[in-house]
């Protein structure tokens, strides 16, 4: 779990504090947990973006990177071609065939 520590302003704070004050939620992290889905939610091109750079930092594989975008294997490897990044073809443990493996039945 990542500690966030963030300064919002008077009028957001308020909000923020009302929302656990009226049993929206049970806890700041929920309300965190919250906003950011709806952001994505409102704004897909930022989950391919998240996608791209976690992929191009070798923190996720091809199919873990089309997961979190929402698109294909095959949509994800044309976004990585489109923005300049050679797609890694192949898994480097068995873990990661494996999740490979779970991404693609679902398809």
């Not at 704070?13 to 906003?35: M, R």
């Amino acid at each position: 779990m990542k500690t966030i520590t963030a300064t919002v302003p008077d009028r957001s704070g308020l909000e923020f504090e009302y929302l656990l004050k009226i049993g929206a939620y049970h806890n700041e992290g929920e309300v965190l947990k919250d906003a950011l889905r709806q952001l994505l939610l409102s704004r897909p091109g930022y989950r391919i973006d998240i996608a791209v750079k976690l992929y191009a930092d070798d923190k996720i594989s091809l199919g873990k990177a089309a997961e979190l975008a929402g698109i294909s294997f095959d949509e994800m490897k044309e976004v990585l071609m489109q923005r300049g990044i050679k797609p890694k073809l192949g898994t480097r443990t068995i873990s990661e065939a494996l999740d490979e493996i779970d991404i693609l039945k679902d398809i």
